[in-house]
C-alpha cells in the first residue's frame, strides 16, 4: 500500500513557473518509476514526465521537453516537477503516480499501480 500526495499546485500567470511536489509512504519500498500526469476538464489522463526510482532515468512528453524538469529525493521519497513558462491550455489537475512494474512503458498510464489525489494548477492569460 502507497500513499501519494501532491502539492504545489494553485494559481500562475501564463509564462510563470511552479513547483510541484509528491510524498510518498507506506511500502515504497517496491517503487520502481514515479511520474506525473495531468487531466484537464473533459480530456483524458496525460502523461508529462517519469523518473526511475533506482538510477534517475527520466522520461518526457514532448509537450514537458525543454521546460518541465523532474527530479527526485530518495530519502524523503519525493518526486518534484519545476514547470516554466506555463500556457493557459496547461490548465488542469496534475496526477503524481507510482508504478512497480520494469516491463511496462513508463509514459503509459497502465504502468502505475497508485495515484494521488491530484493538485489543481490553473494558469491565467
Known amino acids: 500500500q502507497v500513499q501519494l500526495i501532491e502539492s504545489g499546485g494553485g494559481l500562475v500567470q501564463a509564462g510563470g513557473s511552479l513547483r510541484l511536489s509528491c510524498a510518498a509512504s507506506?511500502?515504497?519500498?517496491?517503487?520502481?518509476?514515479m511520474a506525473w500526469f495531468r487531466q484537464a476538464p473533459g480530456k483524458e489522463r496525460d502523461f508529462l514526465a517519469a523518473?526511475?526510482?533506482?538510477?534517475?532515468?527520466?522520461y518526457y512528453a514532448d509537450s514537458a521537453k525543454g521546460r518541465f524538469t523532474i527530479s527526485r529525493d530518495n530519502a524523503k521519497n519525493t518526486v518534484y516537477l519545476q514547470m516554466y513558462s506555463l500556457k493557459p491550455e496547461e490548465t488542469a489537475v496534475y496526477y503524481c503516480?507510482?508504478?512497480?512494474?520494469?516491463?511496462?512503458?513508463?509514459?503509459?498510464?497502465?504502468?502505475?499501480?497508485?495515484w494521488g489525489q491530484g493538485t489543481q494548477v490553473t494558469v491565467s492569460s
Open positions: 507506506g511500502r515504497t519500498f517496491s517503487t520502481y518509476v
Open positions: 523518473i526511475r526510482w533506482s538510477d534517475g532515468t527520466t
Open positions: 503516480a507510482v508504478g512497480s512494474s520494469s516491463y511496462k512503458p513508463p509514459r503509459s498510464a497502465t504502468a502505475y499501480d497508485y
